[in-house]
């Protein structure tokens, strides 16, 4: 897949943001609907509205009332001068009604000797520009919050008696009623009625309304306060968002860029930037790629090597076949010919045994990779290659001599690992092969199997002439062959060791060769070691 880096915000960043941001908008959804809050203020200037509705039918009905033949009836004049007087301070619409429903008293209007006079609020003066545009977006905003929803409409009544007023009937009952009323766009109606009584006789109604225009500054004031704050809240957030996204992204993206170029210019220039001292799991990912890239690297120059290597192998005796078939094709003589054919015939047998360890060396790594690790007790695998090798050996063979803490069979005698049992059993049985090629006829080859606290340790000991001083780490590489003298040419390929070698490391252990040496320094053989995890 093609890298494409752009001066965008980046997937990651745009979901980081719709997180926190729809978050944090969902909370402030939820603060600015305010319903409890709005209901505590309408029920608040409910009983406010009461309280004063009761004040003044108390006056009025003190102050008020005329008394006619022993019976006691409101005195209209001096109601409607008391209401007016009464209301002057406050913010309310005032009806008065009498015992029969006839409206008395309305505070909008002013009776006088012209006529009558609708009063009626004068509008806000002209708000600024800046303050309109404040007032439209805050209309659009609280718009989604139909608060006033769930209440009954107010109509303006055409008649002006009780009975185009419940609140009134009912309070010419004797009972003190209130209602909530919806105008639509220009908020709500809080209505109060309660009786006017003279010694509970009732005289009338005394009904006062008022708008919700105070209770909307209150709760716009709210609103406000909490928008700036949530404005703040909101800069706040998509910053610390994009900042907690680009250390994120931003690394993650020269990552995803390094391991581009690794794939598309595959040179070792390609380095993976190193974020490890971020602390972090993408600085565990920077480690895990720059040692991934490092055992790619590792593994290519292997391959590299170990192509040249088989080229380099597989020239010399093919060489020798192109010569030797030259030869036979110019010769006469059939003793001679016969000595080619040998030759040919040993080429032959040399370059079938080298193609096979090198089939088998170029399938280990994947083979290992497959391969599940099971317990394998070492000390049952050792003296079953001993009996084989021994069941196997002339006369004139080095003898195995096997040392074990315990029996075979048993737990200190076991030795169990964790490991493939095959290749375990291909470790030793080329260690023991090369052993064997190296030790005097008639000697003895000790091998010894041993706990280590945590691990097992197996020594290999025969009585040849050693390993070359400075060889020791040599004899290990692909293709090296220091055999012993009188020893046929070709007979080993030298891939033994290293891949002894190769299957000790995959299985967590190591391997060296040292020389054994008397107290003089006299060499009396070469040693072997094995270290290997115990189960």
Excluded: C
């Amino acid at each position: 897949m093609r890298l494409r880096l752009r001066w965008r915000l980046s997937p990651l960043t745009r979901r980081i943001l719709t997180v926190n941001v729809l978050t944090l908008v969902l909370l402030g959804i939820g603060v600015l609907y305010l319903g409890e809050y709005q209901d505590s203020l309408v029920t608040a200037n409910i009983e406010s509205l009461k309280t004063e509705a009761q004040i003044f039918a108390a006056a009025l009905g003190e102050g008020a009332v005329d008394q006619q033949r022993a019976t006691f009836k409101l005195d209209p004049q001096l109601a409607r001068e008391m209401m007016r007087r009464l209301v002057e301070p406050t913010k309310t619409r005032a009806r008065l009604f009498d015992e029969h429903g006839k409206l008395i008293a309305d505070t909008n209007i002013l009776e006088g000797p012209g006529g009558t006079v609708q009063v009626s609020q004068l509008p806000a003066p002209d708000a600024s520009l800046f303050e309109r545009i404040t007032d439209v977006v805050y209309g659009a905003v609280i718009g989604v919050f139909p608060w006033q929803q769930g209440f009954p409409r107010y109509v303006e009544p055409t008649t002006d008696n009780a009975d185009s007023y419940p609140d009134a009937v009912h309070a010419l009952a004797g009972d003190v009623a209130h209602s909530v009323r919806t105008r639509g766009n220009n908020g709500l109606i809080l209505t109060v009625a309660v009786p006017v009584q003279h010694y509970r006789k009732v005289l009338g109604a005394v009904q006062l309304s008022i708008g919700s225009r105070d209770i909307e500054k209150a709760i716009r004031s709210v609103r406000i306060e909490f928008i700036k704050v949530f404005l703040g809240a909101l800069g706040i957030t998509i910053l610390l968002s994009i900042y907690l996204a680009g250390t994120i992204a931003q690394p993650i993206r020269r990552l995803a860029a390094a391991a581009e170029s690794v794939r598309r210019r595959p040179t070792r220039e390609a380095a993976i930037p190193d974020l490890t001292g971020r602390h972090d799991e993408i600085g565990d990912l920077s480690g895990a790629l720059r040692e991934m890239t490092a055992a790619l690297w590792q593994r290519v120059g292997a391959i590299e090597r170990f192509a040249a290597d088989v080229a380099h192998e597989i020239k010399n005796p093919l060489t020798s076949l192109k010569s030797a078939i030259e030869t036979a094709s110019r010769l006469n003589d059939r003793e001679k010919e016969r000595k080619l054919l040998a030759l040919v015939l040993e080429d032959v047998t040399r370059l079938d045994r080298l193609i096979s360890d090198i089939s088998d060396a170029s399938r280990l790594d994947a083979d290992l990779a497959r391969d599940e690790f099971v317990p394998v007790p070492l000390g049952k695998l050792l003296a079953t290659l001993v009996q084989v090798n021994e069941a196997a050996a002339k006369e004139e063979s080095p003898r195995l001599l096997l040392s074990l803490p315990g029996e075979p069979g048993t737990p200190a005698g076991d030795l169990p690992v964790p490991g493939i049992e095959g290749r375990l059993v291909q470790v030793f049985r080329n260690l023991i092969a090369n052993a064997v090629s190296f030790s005097p006829p008639g000697s003895a080859i000790r091998i010894a199997a041993r706990r280590d606290s945590r691990d097992v340790v197996i020594t290999i000991d025969d009585q040849g002439p050693g390993i070359p001083e400075g060889k020791f780490a040599a004899i290990f590489e692909r293709f090296y062959s220091e055999r012993p003298r009188g020893e046929k040419f070709g007979t080993h390929s030298g891939l033994g060791l290293s891949i002894s070698k190769q299957i000790v490391d995959n299985h967590r252990g190591k391997i060296w060769a040292e020389n054994r040496t008397d107290d003089r320094g006299q060499v009396l053989g070469a040693r072997f070691v094995v270290r290997l995890p115990a189960a």
